[in-house]
């Protein structure tokens, strides 16, 4: 099988998306199938059997749709209700009082006026609009949780079908640091630097802290100088920032501090809490989203609106032990090589239903 795997928006921007991508496309090839990466917003020449797309847009899906090709989208959603609900049921309360963080842009935009407001809308509508059609002329969506393709459903109105593909990790990688000592009060947050991210909270959730020490580690998203700025400027003598690592440097980091915190404002998995696990952390991680699904009560959930809740849950975490049980879960249903067949398994599901055999003809 040949596949195309294509990212166009956010393809300049570090992050999960990106491992997905390179990892997933590794993974697969290690079962026999040839995948092309491409970056770039023009579908390139070739003869793919599946394009699998990554944050595309509904004009670079139609141009895979007008070359004949099927199509699979990663989705990475994030709920328009910011809300906590991964399972099934109607929206509970915090899913309504979840919007904060799409309520304190609106709020900005209002305060900067009546044009600033007006674009922001449009531009999200626009957004939505878009996805919403790019994820409606796809064969397949691939999101990371069950949760995930709920909110799909009910957010956006999106019937595609769905195959819930589980986000993962590189489990030799990370796991053989399980066991290493580590000093107490070591809190470690690995992340791209944005207010997405809820690094500025975790800071002045921590402050004044006694014997407890907080270590950020990521990149800082292009887009957001100005709050990698205000996380220097509020951060106190017991935060260290760090500039992005290499992927392959993580471990000693993990390895290195007793609690890894992700105080996002949604997740639908959280890459790193997974690595953490595995690595030997205790794990303290965003209420919202789709977290849940895979960390399950073996760690301990934050409101990332809250600085309360992030103070109280990463002491508490600091005094919890690594959950063996987790690291197990981890790196036995959640590795590159099990994301590889499920996707695989997609594909190939697709790609008999856009192609079907033809029938022995009869003598």
């Known amino acids: ?83 906590t609900a991964a399972g099934g049921g109607g929206p509970t309360l915090r899913d309504g009082a979840g919007r904060t963080y799409r309520g304190m842009r609106y709020l900005g935009a209002s305060l900067r006026g009546r044009e600033s407001l007006t674009r922001l809308a449009t531009l999200e509508m626009e957004d939505q609009l878009d996805r919403m059609r790019a994820w409606s002329m796809a064969d397949v969506l691939l999101p990371n949780a069950a949760g995930e393709a709920r909110h799909i459903r009910d957010d956006l109105g999106v019937l595609t079908q769905t195959v819930v593909v589980p986000n993962a990790i590189d489990a030799g990688l990370f796991a053989p640091g399980f066991d290493r000592p580590r000093l107490a009060g070591t809190v470690l947050s690995v992340g791209r630097i944005e207010p997405h991210k809820g690094q500025l909270a975790l800071i002045e959730a921590l402050r004044g802290l006694p014997d407890v020490t907080l270590t950020i580690v990521g990149p800082e998203h292009p887009h957001h100088r100005d709050y990698a700025d205000q996380c220097r400027a509020a951060a106190t003598d017991n935060v260290t920032l760090l500039p992005g690592v290499e992927h392959s440097e993580l471990p000693d980091l993990y390895a290195r501090h007793h609690t890894h915190v992700l105080a996002s404002w949604y997740e639908t998995t959280g890459l790193v809490s997974l690595e953490a696990a595995a690595s030997g952390c205790t794990i303290v991680t965003t209420d919202r989203g789709h977290a849940r699904e895979y960390l399950g009560d073996d760690a301990r959930y934050c409101d990332p609106a809250d600085p309360t809740t992030i103070r109280q849950t990463t002491m508490a975490a600091l005094g919890d032990s690594a959950s063996a049980p987790l690291r197990d879960r981890v790196t036995s249903r959640f590795t590159w090589d099990e994301t590889a067949r499920a996707t695989l398994a997609a594909y190939e599901r697709v790609v008999a239903l856009r192609d079907p055999h033809p029938s022995a003809a009869v003598d």
């Open 1 to 83: 099988m040949r596949v195309l795997m294509w990212i166009n928006s956010g393809a300049e921007i570090p992050g999960g998306h990106r491992v997905q991508l390179q990892q997933t496309a590794s993974a697969l090839r290690t079962l026999g199938v040839e995948v092309h990466e491409h970056d770039g917003p023009s579908l390139p020449d070739g003869g793919w059997d599946i394009v699998h797309g990554f944050q595309l847009g509904a004009g670079e899906v139609a141009q895979a749709r007008q070359r004949g090709f099927p199509v699979a989208m990663s989705t990475i959603y994030v709920g328009l209700a910011y809300g």
